[in-house]
């Protein structure tokens, strides 16, 4: 893996947070190739990010390293691009189903979690309101496991009309 | 028939005056160019004398002709007469002879009727001598019906009697056996109805059974739809962002302590 997925991986932990941040990337350095004849320098990087990036990429994009940004010209561009999204394709993905659409910290922090605990490097995370109260995954052996309110009461099926039978 | 002839005859005769008058008077006229040119006193004496020579023999030809007609006149009457009585007589015999002939046919039709009525008088009695025998025939095949219809009475009654009495026993054995049969039909049948009404009430039973579980199962399932629709309802509203994020960290904790993960 290169030293430049490593760097980007550190802080994006789902799979369209990485593509999004690689484009990004790309055509930020493609702006400022293209339009500078000389190597960029940084206070003109930021500009530019400034300008291509909002939320939370910004603040990451600003944060990033100078190793994200060297070492690249107009012919190197492409292929380090190339090198960089076929590297990405690479990285395991862990697909999670979520009731809702989490707020970016809570994401971050979910990933973190799941990074740490479950050496999980990456997450497809999906919107199913079926999987409320918990959530779903689709395992390594292609195995789908869910449990959510609907689990729950599906493995007490039954109780709640004994109860009222209970009483009748 | 006799009378054409002679008048033909008659006819024949004037002709043949009135040719030898022209042919004299044509003679006389010859001879007189001749005489008055040679010697007219000669010829006049002539004339004179042939004149009255001529009228003689003209009042001769006259008187014979008149002589002629008055005796053809006269014989033709007389034929005629005569004709007359020929045929009075011929009709005379006619009638004659047709009386006999109608004498003798009426005397044979009578003697044919005569005959005719006697043949039919012997026809008729050999008639009623054949009837007589054949009504007598008749009496006796009669006779012999009636004898062999109270035979066959008879025989027929002694055939009935016995074929009803066999009939009767043969009925009253059927009966028996109907009876027989239609006693262990019915219990068959009421066997095969209180099987069929125990099988048919187990199945209903059974039946009953797997309904009310199904049923409860519906039950349970609207139930459990009803409560999952509202508490899912309820915690998309009441729980925040953090909250999902911890509960789905709790799911992947209880795959991780079923070995899943």
């Avoid at chain 1, 190339?82 to 990405?88: D, G, I, M, N, V």
């Amino acid at each position: 893996m290169s030293e430049r997925l490593t760097l980007l991986l550190a802080t994006t932990y789902t799979v369209n947070d990485l593509h999004r941040r690689i484009a990004l990337w790309r055509s930020i350095v493609e702006k400022v190739i293209y339009t500078e004849e000389s190597v960029p320098e940084v206070g003109e990087l930021k500009r530019v990010i400034a300008e291509q990036a909002t939320g939370i990429d910004l603040e990451l994009l600003l944060a990033w390293p100078e190793e994200m940004w060297r070492g690249l010209n107009s012919q190197s561009l492409i292929a380090e691009a190339a090198k960089l999204t076929a590297e990405a394709a690479t990285v395991p993905v862990t697909v999670l189903y979520l009731p809702v659409s989490l707020e970016a910290k809570d994401v971050s922090e979910l990933a973190q979690w799941c990074r740490t605990e479950y050496r999980i490097p990456l997450l497809d995370i999906r919107i199913n309101p079926q999987v409320i109260g918990g959530c779903g995954v689709v395992l390594g052996n292609a195995t789908y496991y869910e449990q959510s309110l609907h689990t729950l009461l599906s493995q007490r099926s039954g109780e709640i009309t004994k109860i009222i039978n209970s009483y009748v | 028939m006799n009378t054409l002839p002679f008048f033909e005859l008659m006819i024949g005769i004037l002709f043949g005056l009135v040719v030898a008058m022209i042919i004299l008077l044509l003679l006389q006229v010859r001879s007189n160019r001749h005489i008055s040119q040679l010697t007219f006193p000669a010829y006049e004496y002539v004339i004179k004398r042939t004149e009255h020579e001529a009228d003689e023999i003209i009042k001769k030809a006259q008187a014979e002709a008149r002589s002629i007609i008055t005796a053809a006149e006269t014989e033709a009457r007389t034929q005629a007469a005569r004709h007359v009585v020929e045929i009075k007589e011929a009709e005379a015999m006619y009638a004659t002879e047709l009386k006999q002939y109608y004498a003798e046919a009426a005397s044979a039709i009578t003697k044919n009727q005569t005959e005719g009525i006697a043949t039919i008088q012997a026809l008729q009695n050999d008639i009623a001598v054949a009837i007589k025998s054949q009504e007598s025939n008749l009496r006796t095949a009669a006779d012999r019906a009636k004898t062999a219809w109270d035979h066959i009475t008879t025989q027929l009654a002694a055939v009935a009697q016995t074929q009803t009495e066999a009939i009767t026993t043969d009925l009253q054995t059927l009966s028996k056996d109907l009876v027989n049969s239609v006693n262990s039909a019915k219990a068959a049948h009421a066997q095969a109805i209180s099987d069929q009404i125990s099988a048919s009430m187990s199945r209903i039973e059974s039946e009953l059974v797997a309904y009310q579980k199904g049923r409860q199962a519906v039950l349970d399932e609207h139930i459990e739809k009803l409560v999952e629709s509202v508490t899912a309802e309820v915690l998309h509203h009441s729980l925040t962002s953090a909250d999902h994020a911890a509960l789905a960290r709790a799911s992947l904790n209880s795959a991780r302590a079923k070995h899943l993960i």
